[in-house]
């Protein structure tokens, strides 16, 4: 987790709080280490459209 949160420039703390209100918005599921997307049309709009592939 720290990898990712220093690859978008933020810490571990505010990336978690992210996906635990992401999570509870049902847009995504968190097990573990892993992440499920539900709801590509919230990731959309969360990112502003911007994709990075």
Known sequence: MDEVA???GTTKRHLNRI???????????????T?????WEKMKQYSNDVRFE
């Open 19 to 33: 996906l635990k209100k992401w999570s509870e918005e049902e847009a995504i599921i968190r097990n573990g280490d």
């Open 6 to 8: 220093s690859l978008i």
């Open 35 to 39: 992440l499920q997307i539900l709801n």
